[in-house]
């Protein structure tokens, strides 16, 4: 008769565990895990929400899988264990890390060429201010949207043509993807004729 003798660990790959392809911060509990690890008799894998695998169950290796994290906002580590076949685990788990965040970003303001009351050109500055904003974008009619533009807290806007009231919208992402859903506006009249 013969048997195989395996005392070797399997090896955490480097990185170990991707979370959301390595992204830092997600709106989504439910996340995808990139794993990797090495091992000639590599078969399964544990992975928990805490460092203790409370009531975990071993399950087959698998390199990608999707992943709950807690209800919780604020940073969630997520721990894997490797195993082979011959019951060989690697030590210490291998863990990633990431930021939970739901909350779309908190009122911002928006005014346009420092809250003028009137512009004699298409062309304006936009004052924008947002706690937690990443990103933003802006519309003349809440409707067709700019591209998504880092945050800033003055940019170059152009007003559509034709003299008359304006109104500019903005909308404000933070880093997770969360977009403020309600109005955000100023108005400005365009005034181009001369007397």
Partial sequence: DSIVLDTIK???G??????????????????????????????????????????VVAEPFSASRPWSLLDSQGTHTVYVKFGD??????????????????????????SIDGAAEYALSTSVTLSTS????????FSNDNSSWSNV?????????????????????????????????FDISSTITLDTTLP
Avoid: E, H
């Avoid at 011959?86 to 928006?110: C, F, Y």
């Avoid at 947002?130 to 974008?137: E, T």
């Avoid at 940019?155 to 993807?177: E, P």
């Fill in 10 to 12: 399997p090896a955490a």
């Fill in 14 to 55: 480097s990185p170990a565990m991707l979370i959301d392809a390595g992204n830092t911060v997600t709106k989504s509990k439910t996340v995808t895990l990139t794993l990797a690890a090495s091992d000639v008799n590599l078969s399964q894998m544990i992975i928990s929400n805490d460092s203790a695998f409370t009531g």
């Fill in 85 to 110: 076949s011959a019951g060989n685990w690697s030590d210490p788990p291998s863990s990633a890390s990431i930021l939970l965040d739901t909350v779309m970003p908190s009122a911002g303001t928006l």
């Fill in 130 to 137: 947002c706690v937690n904003a990443a990103q933003m974008q």
């Fill in 149 to 181: 533009v880092s945050y800033a807290t003055s940019t170059s806007w152009n007003l559509s043509a034709g003299d008359g009231v304006k109104t500019v919208y903005a909308r404000f992402i933070d880093s997770a993807g969360n977009a403020t859903t």
